[in-house]
């Protein structure tokens, strides 16, 4: 594996890229659940990333957007750990898909308000991708 040096739009060292390759195979490894964890952990992710954009928004915007962003985020979270623990899991991870249809517009919002840089707009707008399409996976194989 080729190991990348550099920083990423939320300014941390991309050295990690092992340790994260790791993490992933370590979780994937408990049969049935591995998916489910990794889309956690990419949310949780998500989260904390989310968080530290908003300790830079201006005051005035802090509260109604930064605060309403992560609130969407954390929303989210709760409902895949909840739908890890459930049996019946499709409406869970349909209102996830509904939580992460509306942290997009709250992102894309913070960037056309200049809240966030571009950079770290498409940043964010890569992970929802990403968990969008884990949520929407994770759906189709508990549907069958």
């Not at 409902?79 to 019946?88: C, G, K, P, V």
């Amino acid at each position: 594996m080729t190991e990348r040096h550099g920083t990423d739009p939320s300014g941390r060292s991309d050295s990690s890229d092992r340790s994260d390759s790791s993490e992933v195979s370590v979780l994937r490894r408990h049969r049935g659940d591995g998916a489910e964890l990794v889309v956690i952990t990419r949310t949780y992710e998500l989260v904390l990333e989310i968080t530290q954009r908003v300790r830079k928004f201006p005051r005035e915007l802090r509260f109604a957007l930064g605060d309403r962003a992560l609130n969407t985020a954390y929303d989210v979270l709760d409902a895949l750990i909840e739908a890890r623990y459930t049996s019946d899991r499709s409406a869970l991870l349909r209102r996830a898909n509904l939580h992460l249809e509306r942290l997009r517009f709250q992102i894309r919002l913070s960037s056309d308000l200049r809240l966030i840089s571009i950079r770290q707009y498409e940043f964010l707008a890569e992970r929802v991708n990403e968990i969008g399409k884990m949520v929407g996976g994770w759906r189709k194989s508990s549907d069958t």
